[in-house]
């Protein structure tokens, strides 16, 4: 009979166990399954990846089989890596993450990528930038380490997501350039102008939410993923909130859904904003660009 995970009575190498859960893993349907099995190894035994070829031979102790079957177990049952390891790689950084954020996506790296580029270009000595449903502190915190003129006001309606982030600024030693406020965006609004504002908002609609993966739907916070509407209402807040807390001269940049460019661009424009719309890597609309248009000079 197949056992289920590595029975902990005999000995396995590092290369067993590399090879025992390729399989497994290819066999449970599960991403990357080699990649997988080598990232939980390095885990449980605190090494780097290549460490695991030069020292294949190493025997597992009982409780490191121990840690890394609940491990396997855990994926086996779709929940994320990068909830099971703790962390995720973003833009070069690796971030505590835990259920209570999600996980950053490498599509939100052009947010991090542009707002580093526009602070850059416009330069100055003290830009002050607003980032809304933080989570994880990703976007803000990335920013924060490649620029050091600009200083940061995260909001997050959720506590929890707040002490991952904070957790975060600290590890990357941005924390006292970056804030976090406990604050429903959809109620209140943080005292502007800023110069740049970003938003991951939650922009699935409610009624796509049953089609996604596992992964995604089974264990990342819904309240990230869905308004539990069409998927737009936070577009609609920043349309009609823009020119109370974006500086006549600043750009935000928000992310946005597959399929979501015309709507959010004609909510834009129906506010009275400029709206562009960046694509990603794989072509897809990706990042609403927006600013207010300048003031006509007669
Ligand atoms: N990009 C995420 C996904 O596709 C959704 C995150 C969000 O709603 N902002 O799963």
Redesign the pocket.
């Known amino acids: 009979m197949r056992r289920h995970t590595p029975d902990v009575e005999r000995i396995w190498t590092v290369l067993d166990l590399v090879n025992w859960g390729t399989e497994y893993f290819e066999r449970k349907g599960v991403d990357s399954p080699r990649l997988t099995i080598e990232l939980m190894l390095c885990e449980v035994l605190n090494v780097r990846r290549l460490q695991l070829y030069t020292d294949h031979e190493r025997p597992l102790s009982k409780e490191e089989l121990v840690v890394l079957r609940s491990y396997v177990q855990r994926r086996a049952m779709h929940e994320p890596l990068q909830y099971i390891l703790g962390k995720a790689d973003f833009y070069g950084l690796s971030f505590v993450v835990g259920p209570q954020v999600?996980i950053p996506?490498p599509?939100?790296e052009i947010i991090v990528d542009r707002a580093i580029r526009i602070l850059r270009e416009v330069g100055g000595s003290a830009q002050r930038c607003l980032d809304i449903g933080t989570g994880s502190g990703c976007i803000p915190i990335s920013i924060a380490a490649h620029v050091s003129t600009c200083t940061w006001e995260c909001v997050d309606v959720h506590p929890e997501a707040l002490k991952i982030a904070r957790n975060n600024a600290q590890t990357h030693g941005v924390e006292d350039r970056v804030t976090f406020i406990e604050m429903d965006i959809l109620a209140t609004l943080p005292s502007g102008p800023f110069d740049l504002i970003t938003m991951?908002?939650?922009?699935?609609a409610l009624v796509d939410v049953h089609d996604?993966e596992p992964e995604?739907r089974d264990h990342?916070p819904l309240t990230?993923?869905?308004d539990d509407l069409d998927?737009l209402t936070f577009y609609r807040r920043f349309a009609s909130v823009a020119t109370q807390i974006l500086s006549p001269t600043g750009t935000a940049l928000l992310?946005i859904?597959?399929g979501q460019n015309t709507d959010v661009q004609a909510l834009m424009v129906g506010g009275g904003l400029d709206c562009t719309i960046i694509e990603d890597l794989a072509g897809i609309p990706r990042v609403a660009k927006i600013s207010r248009p300048s003031v006509t000079k007669w």
């Open positions: 999600l996506r599509e939100t991951n908002p939650p922009y699935i996604l995604v990342e990230a993923l869905t998927g992310e859904g597959y």
